[in-house]
């Protein structure tokens, strides 16, 4: 009989999911539960290793969600790192060069580095005539 209750919602089911069977992507419904939940789930502890379809949808979306959480909180991470980053360390650089590299594109001023050049105050069309 206890075949017949999912583990994770205890509801009687028909057939459903092993928790130990590997799944699309390497995925083993017990290991997510074990580290997800704080369970301690093994295969001959004499509780059910099924688990109804709608639970184990929804775990395995749970885990998509957080592999492209991951994807996406790494490409942020890289973003972060080439702009600001390397702008810091571009722009460090440059605070070490003599040469005046870039240039106000108002008053022409020459600049040392970017950051010099992007806190210049912008003139508007009009202003102080």
Known sequence: MSGNICRVCLYLIENGCSLFEVYEN???LSEVL??????KIEE??????MVYDGCAEVIMKVVEDLVEITIVE?????????KYICDDLRDHMDSHCKELKYECGVCKKRLKSRTSLSKRPIKTAGAGA
């Open 44 to 49: 001959d502890d004499g509780v059910s290793s």
């Open 74 to 82: 790494k490409e942020a991470e890289e973003f972060m790192l080439d």
């Open 34 to 39: 074990n580290k997800c939940l704080d369970m």
């Open 26 to 28: 390497d995925l083993v």
